[in-house]
């Protein structure tokens, strides 16, 4: 039976750490929603979990946030690459995962009525 010794103590420690951050950010967030405030987009926590530099600015946050949680509306072939890359709900562009293009997405006329 596989137990906590098939793991190197590094990566115990880099487990806890990171289980340390997600517990403080969750806290904030927490915090902050039960004063009626809105979350820090900008706190260090944050970032770290997200996997930004410290310099990154909110927007940095918010569109990382999007291209990884936002619903996912269609999936459009990148025209570098044609693999398929998916269009989240308030992204018009990303980077192509598969080999780094920027795919613009079309999205029309917000005013337009759909069908």
Do not use: Y
Request: aromatic share 2%; proline share 6%; hydrophobic share 40%.
């Amino acid at each position: 039976m596989k137990g906590s010794q098939d793991l190197p103590l590094e990566g115990l420690a880099e487990i806890r750490g990171e289980l340390r951050l997600l517990r403080t950010l969750l806290l904030d967030v927490m915090l902050a929603q039960s004063r009626g405030e809105p979350v820090d987009m900008g706190s260090m926590e944050l970032k770290a979990v997200l996997g930004l530099s410290e310099d990154a600015s909110e927007e940095d946050v918010v569109q990382r946030i999007l291209r990884e949680r936002a619903p996912v509306l269609d999936s459009v072939p990148c025209p570098e690459c044609a693999g398929m890359v998916n269009q989240r709900e308030g992204l018009v562009e990303v980077g192509c995962h598969w080999c780094g293009a920027t795919v613009v997405f079309d999205v029309g006329d917000p005013s337009a009525e759909p069908g």
